[in-house]
Every structure is written in C-alpha cells, then in structure tokens.
C-alpha cells in the first residue's frame, strides 16, 4: 500500500514538511561554478544521495530531486540536451532511494531560461521540453512534480499541462515573487499572488505556492493574497533562511533554524499547508521548523 496523495494528506488536516536548499550542499560536496547539478545523478549519485538523506534524516515528509535544470533548454548549455531523460530519471530514483514509501518524491522543475514575450520559443516549444524532463521524473519513481521559481504564467502553464497531460503525477507549482517600491509583491514579469494562483489552477495544479526570494515573513503576506483566492488549494511555502546579505562578495542568509522555528506557526496561521525551505536553509532549519509545530 503506497502513501496516498500530498492532497488527500493535507485534507485529513496534517501540515508537512519539505526539504531544503540542495544547490549550497553540493557546493560543499565539490559542485564548482560552471559544473552541471544534474550530472551529479550519474557521475556522483552518492553525494546527491546523502543531500537528500539529511533532508529525511531532519524529518521531511517529502524532498525534491537534482534535475532544478533538467530541461533540454537549461542542460544544453552542458552540451547534455541528449541526455534529459537519463539525468532526469537518474535525479527520481535517487530521491526515491533515500525516501522510500515513508514520504513523497516531489521532483524539482525550474524555469528554461527562455521567454515567450521575446520570441525566444513558442508555447509548443515549452511544452515539448516539459514533457520530456516530467515524463522521465515520472519513470524514475517521482510522486509529484514541483514546478518552482516560476515568474511567467505562460511558461509555468505549459509546465503544469505538459505534467497533467502526460504523467499521473501530482503537480506542486509555486511562483518568486519580490517586493516592489510600492509595497506589493510581483514576480520578474509582474506577476502577482493572487494572479499567479488563479492562472495555476486553471492550468490544473493540485497545489500552488511561493519559493525563494523571500524570508517567512514576507512569504506569510504572499500566502494570504493566494488564499484570498483560492480557499481550497494546499499552499506550499519554500522560504529562505531570510533576506541575503553580502558578506565579502559573498551572499550570507542570517536567519538560523531558531528564528525560522519562531515564524513558522504564521505561516500556518495564514493557510499553509506544506512549510520547507530554499536558499540557506538546511536539514537543521527543518528540523527545528517541525518541531515547533
């Protein structure tokens, strides 16, 4: 017997925990500027490996997969667009490894890179490249796929159709969004909370939410404004360990697993549904996050 659906799970009324930064660990593990995270899978799949074990190991319900930049658009950069569907699956099946059937694979999907608005690609064009990566997250074990780092509707649509269309697997989308001179939030292409709530589940997310860009205390506004408008849909929240500070050329995020532990039952309070991190945060942060609630 399986675990069930993320939905059905936060239906029966459980708040769940994801996982945290990937990108710092492998850093850490020898990843250099200019490498490819995803070739990890197969070349390193131990130290890829042990990323997501410390995320289980802290607690996490559910961890992401190594294939953030797993499009053919994003690994051809590498001279690797030949090989989406074996780093994919490879990035799946590790996951799936260090999780088991005591939680979720929710694999990670990033943006292209391309824009529609410049004629960089047609919406076919997105949809293909998608449907390749999802569908080879699909057969390396994922549960669900999380369509993050979002900024353009119609690209996060094309993602979320090509998942629906073509996979049985849930779809997790969440939008970055940052906070204008005016107050409000927006993503890079104007794309605010509540638009980019309504736009995904028109697409058919089964959840939406926010990741990156923002600490817990700016992501517990962001989750209002999307549960103003969609007072049904489990909301996913991937904060940063706070706002970056540049320490000697070198991007510092202050918050520890204490001061994140003290803002998460805002989040709840506001209606989330799915608590994790993004930059800065690690196993602790989840950990310490869990406990408090």
């Known amino acids: 017997m399986g675990i069930g659906k993320i939905v059905d799970a936060v239906k029966s009324g459980r708040i769940l925990f994801s996982d945290g930064a990937w990108g710092t660990f492998l850093q850490k593990k020898g990843l250099q500027p200019g490498q490819c995270p995803e070739l990890w899978c197969v070349e390193r799949p131990d130290d ?3 990323v997501a074990k410390g995320y289980v190991e802290a607690g996490s319900d559910m961890v992401e997969s190594n294939s953030f930049g797993g499009t053919s658009y ?4 590498y001279g690797l667009a030949d090989r989406v569907a074996e780093l994919n699956e490879a990035s799946a099946k590790i996951s799936k490894q260090a999780i088991g059937n005591n939680g979720w694979v929710i694999a990670s999907v990033g943006p292209t890179g391309k824009l529609l608005v410049m004629g960089d690609v047609t919406e076919q064009d997105l949809y293909n490249s998608f ?4 569908v080879a997250l699909e057969k390396g ?3 669900a796929v999380c369509i993050e780092t979002m900024s353009a509707i119609d690209e996060a649509v094309a993602a979320i159709k090509a998942a629906k269309e073509n996979t049985n697997l849930e779809v997790i989308c969440t939008f970055t969004f940052e906070k204008t001179v005016q107050g409000d939030y927006r993503t890079m292409m ?3 909370p509540a638009n980019a709530a309504k736009a995904a589940i028109a697409a058919g997310a089964d959840v939406i939410g926010t990741n990156c860009g923002n600490g817990i205390e700016r992501m517990v506004e962001i989750v209002k404004q999307m549960r103003a408008v969609a007072p049904d849909t489990p909301i996913l929240i991937h904060a940063n360990a706070g706002l970056p500070q540049n ?8 918050e520890t697993p204490e001061d ?9 309070a506001a209606g989330t549904n799915i608590i994790g991190g993004c930059c800065g945060t690690t196993p602790t942060h989840i950990k310490a996050m869990r406990e408090a609630i």
């Open 48 to 50: 890829v490996l042990a």
């Open 74 to 77: 994003k690994l051809e950069h």
């Open 131 to 134: 449907k390749e990566q999802i």
């Open 141 to 143: 074990g994922a549960d």
């Open 190 to 192: 104007g794309v605010s």
């Open 247 to 254: 320490i000697d050329g070198v991007d510092v995020f202050p």
């Open 260 to 268: 994140m532990a003290k803002q998460v039952s805002e989040l709840v």
